[in-house]
């Protein structure tokens, strides 16, 4: 069984920056290619970034480039998110995923998902 868990979550400032990190037990990390999502209230669950299982090539949604880098570290089975210059928008639980495939945006195609980690940007 595939377990990941989150943490690193917050409240913060808009403006300040978060690092989220995901660890991945109960698998071969560097198998998996992993990916972020959120969740914000009332909406519906929506891709952030993607990195590739060895070479790290990264995906991200339009609102995510420039502020946002996803990263991993196959050493440490675990996956990360910095976020900068965070904005109220950004207010969501964030959610770390894992697929066999490489189609980042799909979240059909992720097989495991953490619990979420609670962002909150006030301004």
């Known amino acids: 069984q595939v377990v990941l868990v989150e943490s690193g979550g917050g409240s913060v400032q808009a403006g300040d920056s978060l690092k989220l990190s995901c660890v991945v037990s109960g698998g071969t990390f560097s198998r998996w290619a992993m990916g972020w999502f959120r969740q914000a209230p009332g909406a519906e669950r929506e891709f952030v970034a993607g990195?590739?299982?060895?070479?790290?090539?990264?995906y991200y949604a339009n609102f995510a480039k420039g502020r946002y880098t996803i990263s991993r570290d196959n050493a440490k089975d675990t996956l990360y998110l910095q976020m900068n210059n965070l904005k109220p928008d950004d207010t969501a639980v964030y959610y770390c995923?894992?697929?066999?495939?490489?189609?980042?945006?799909?979240?059909?195609?992720?097989?495991?998902w953490g619990q979420g980690t609670q962002v909150t940007v006030s301004s």
């Open positions: 995923a894992a697929q066999r495939i490489s189609n980042y945006g799909s979240e059909p195609d992720y097989k495991y």
């Open positions: 990195v590739g299982r060895i070479d790290g090539s990264e």
